[in-house]
């Protein structure tokens, strides 16, 4: 995680972003702290990224890049805007031992925001339109060895697939169906074999952008429907609000990345 030190919206590049509109930098300091307790508390470690002046964007390491063992593939971002946080995240993995990789080819590809492992086998579920292009998704593939399915994001207002799809064990997941078209659906239906559908407010709210750890759903907002089904499959729900940050267009787990994935 990366501390909102210089967080702010100085541009705007998905719907959510008004420059007139100016999170509030205490009140993200306060929310980004809450969040990092709560994840410790809920038995994960947090490392930190040193933030970077004029790269407001920082503070969502889900783009960072996308994590495979000791393996870091870098992203490559479609708004130039982002473009000056690679070099600042392929330093923080070179440094902490990590092997980076290039993804061939030149289309953009917006790490762990639009590439999540699902299931076992692992399969990586992987969003295009926005930000990644499906020509990327080929490329991750083939890198990874590992199968790819690619879903189209066909509503603006979830410009990455970590807003509609969220992995919570082997057999089950959140899914923003508003997020995907029917063929999207249909992906979901067979490779997931007891998916969570979010209702219209739940995925407008974010829900699916939650980090699970262990057994612990750390989420940006959850209706007591939501709650109530979560509970049923097992899982504990934990409210972390990070409305300051949903002014930039991200909410919990946009704000992470794992670092632990096999
Ligand atoms: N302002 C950032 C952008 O538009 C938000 C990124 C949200 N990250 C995510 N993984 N969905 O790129």
């Known amino acids: 995680m990366c501390e909102p030190t210089f967080f702010t919206v100085t541009y705007e590049i ?3 972003m008004h420059i007139e509109i100016r999170p509030d930098p205490s009140a993200a300091r306060q929310e980004w ?10 038995g994960a470690t ?10 407001p964007d920082l503070v969502f390491t889900a783009n960072a890049g996308l994590v495979q063992g000791r393996r870091f593939v870098p992203s490559r971002f479609r708004h130039p805007q982002r473009r000056a946080e690679t ?4 330093a923080w993995f070179r440094d902490h031992g990590f092997l980076i990789e290039q993804l061939a080819g030149d289309e953009p590809f917006e790490g762990a925001g639009d590439a999540l492992p699902f299931g076992r086998p692992t399969v990586i579920v992987a969003g295009y339109r926005y930000r990644s292009s499906i020509s990327a998704h080929r490329a991750l593939g083939t890198l990874l ?6 879903l189209e994001l066909v509503d603006e207002r979830y410009y990455h697939l970590d807003l509609a799809f969220c992995p919570l064990d082997d057999r089950r997941a959140m899914v923003a169906g508003q997020a995907l078209d029917r063929y999207g659906c249909r992906v979901i239906e067979a490779l997931v074999p007891e998916p969570i559908w979010l209702e219209d407010d739940e995925a407008a709210d974010f829900s699916a952008n939650s980090v699970v750890v262990g057994g612990v759903a750390v989420m940006p907002a959850c209706t007591p429907r939501l709650g109530k089904v979560l509970e049923k499959a097992g899982y504990e729900v934990v409210v972390a609000p990070v409305g300051e940050f949903v002014k930039a267009g991200g909410g919990c787990r946009c704000l992470t990345l794992a670092l632990d994935v096999p």
């Open 87 to 90: 070099p600042v995240d392929v």
């Open 14 to 16: 998905n719907p959510y």
């Open 46 to 55: 947090v490392d930190f990224l040193a933030p970077v002046k004029g790269v």
């Open 145 to 150: 060895g590992l199968p790819v399915r690619s």
């Open 33 to 42: 702290g809450h969040l990092v307790s709560t994840l410790q508390q809920t």
